[in-house]
């Protein structure tokens, strides 16, 4: 088959693990950068270029769409939809799972748990921070990704100016309660095609409380309880993707889901865990191609 991997960096691990997956198992890889992909609708089709080639022989892609970009992100893995070109996560996956209230909306209603999460209302918003009592409040953005735009507040008197200074800027968050029991860690867990192919608990480096292995967090491999496996194939299921990392952190009231992404980092759970993820993603390409 001939392959596609959505990337603006080649040499990245995760685009490299990727390629070489695919072309072991001799299909015809390559790598499209989105900044050079011109969309448009012909004559009632859709047609892509890639520079000034048509791009017309493709029987997959895999994004790895950044969060910079998930809007024109999304719409070129739409195109590729319009064109029956499979792809491993949809882009309504993709906008879905990048909107943290969304992701938490449609999470709640398939019955997966999540931490007390509150969208915030500028006119109720005392009454809101109140809901945390005096316990500490992490303000999140709604669409930062590797543990940017998170902050955590020790209570609500601290959290007041900090959410003002958000307001005042048009900027759209949640405050959500913070696990003490957790102790700066949580867990990733990968799923594919309804598979759980690895997992790894992850741990904040010393003084920080976000346990992203971008910022300097440490990470071991982990087999996770029946009941954390069935919370992660839940959450992947109820937001519709093939391909997914799940966040969860460990509570004292079970397994709670911290977040559902739709283009997990490969470097740090492959190298934790020895598992071939990218040789799994290929796989559920085959399977669906059939």
């Not at 900044?35 to 791009?55: A, D, F, M, N, W």
């Amino acid at each position: 088959m001939n392959i596609a991997i959505l990337s603006r960096g080649y040499h990245l691990y995760s685009t490299q693990s990727l390629l070489k997956a695919g072309e072991k198992r001799n299909h015809t890889m390559e790598v499209l950068d989105p900044t050079y992909c011109r969309l448009s609708i012909q004559k009632g089709k859709p047609i892509l270029y890639y520079h000034e080639e048509q791009v017309d022989d493709l029987h997959a892609v895999i994004p790895r769409v950044g969060a910079s970009n998930t809007y024109y992100g999304s719409s070129l893995v739409r195109h590729f939809e319009a064109m029956d070109v499979f792809s491993i996560v949809s882009a309504q996956a993709i906008l879905d799972s990048r909107d943290k209230w969304t992701s938490f909306q449609i999470l709640s209603k398939a019955g997966v748990a999540v931490p007390h999460t509150v969208f915030v209302n500028p006119y109720l918003t005392t009454e809101q921070v109140d809901t945390f009592e005096d316990n500490p409040i992490i303000i999140k953005l709604l669409e930062g990704t590797h543990g940017q735009g998170v902050i955590l507040a020790k209570n609500g008197k601290q959290a007041m100016p900090i959410i003002e200074t958000l307001q005042a800027a048009n900027q759209k968050f949640v405050l959500q309660e913070f696990i003490k029991e957790s102790k700066g860690a949580d867990v990733r867990v990968i799923v594919v095609d309804g598979v759980v192919i690895a997992a790894m608990k992850r741990q904040c480096k010393e003084g920080d409380f976000r346990s992203n292995l971008h910022r300097g967090g440490s990470s071991q491999s982990l087999q996770l309880s029946s009941e954390e496996e069935a919370v992660a194939l839940k959450a992947a299921k109820a937001l519709k993707m093939g391909v997914c990392g799940v966040d969860i952190l460990q509570s004292e009231r079970g397994p709670l889901v911290l977040e559902v992404n739709s283009t997990p980092g490969l470097e740090g759970i492959e190298k934790t865990t020895q598992k071939n993820i990218s040789k799994s993603i290929i796989g559920y390409i085959e399977r669906s191609k059939r």
